[in-house]
C-alpha cells in the first residue's frame, strides 16, 4: 500500500507542462544570425581523424575527400585517403594514394609507413620492406610501430629469398664512383 502512495506522489511530481514540448507558439532559439566563415569550418582532415579513430572508415573517406576543397591534393589529404582506403580493404586505390603521397613529400613518414602495410597486405614484403626502411629511417627509429613492420618485413622478404632463391632475379644498379647496388627482385 505504502508503494502505491509513493508511485501517485512521483507520477504527481512529473506532470507534463506545455513549456516541455514545442508547438506553434515556441519554435525554439532563432538561428545564430552571420555566414559563417571558413576560419570558423571545421577542418575535413580533423573530421576525418576522429572518424577513424571511431572506426567509421567510409565517412572518414568522405570527410578526407573534402577536404581537397579547402587544401587541394596535399600529401597529408592523399596519405589520409590512401589510409582509409586500406582499412576499407581497398588496396589497389590505397596504394595509388600512398605513392602518390610519398612523391609529392618523400619525407612523410605515416605515409610510407601505410604504404609498407598496403605492400605487405598485397604480397610484396621486399616493396613493404623499403618502405618500412625509409619510415624508420626518417622517423629515426622512435615509432615502436614502425620498427615492428620492418621486422616483419625483413622476416617476410628474407623466407621469399630463402625458400626460392631460384625464383629471385637480381639486378646490378650503378650508384656511381665505382658503387653499386645488388637489388632482389620477385
Known sequence: MIR????????????ITQTTRLDADRVGLPAPSGTVQIQEAVDGLIVGHRLMAGGEFE????????????????????????????????????????????????????AWNNLGV?????????????SFERAFALDNGDSDQIRSNLILAIELSSQISAEN?????????????????????N
Do not use: H, K, W
Not at 165 to 185: C, I, S
Open 118 to 130: 598496403v605492400q605487405i597486405n598485397r604480397g610484396n614484403p621486399i616493396g613493404a620492406r623499403a
Open 59 to 110: 565517412l572518414a573517406l568522405s570527410a578526407y575527400t573534402r577536404a581537397i576543397e579547402s587544401q587541394g591534393l596535399t600529401s597529408d589529404v592523399l596519405s589520409a585517403i590512401g589510409s582509409a582506403n586500406l582499412r576499407l580493404g581497398r588496396l589497389g586505390q590505397a596504394e595509388q594514394f600512398l605513392t602518390t603521397a610519398v612523391e609529392r613529400d618523400p619525407e612523410f613518414v605515416p
Open 165 to 185: 632463391p631460384e625464383e629471385t632475379d637480381f639486378l646490378l644498379v650503378r650508384r656511381g664512383n665505382g658503387r653499386y647496388l645488388l637489388l632482389g627482385q
Open 4 to 15: 502505491i502512495a509513493v508511485l501517485f506522489l512521483v507520477l504527481a511530481g512529473c506532470e
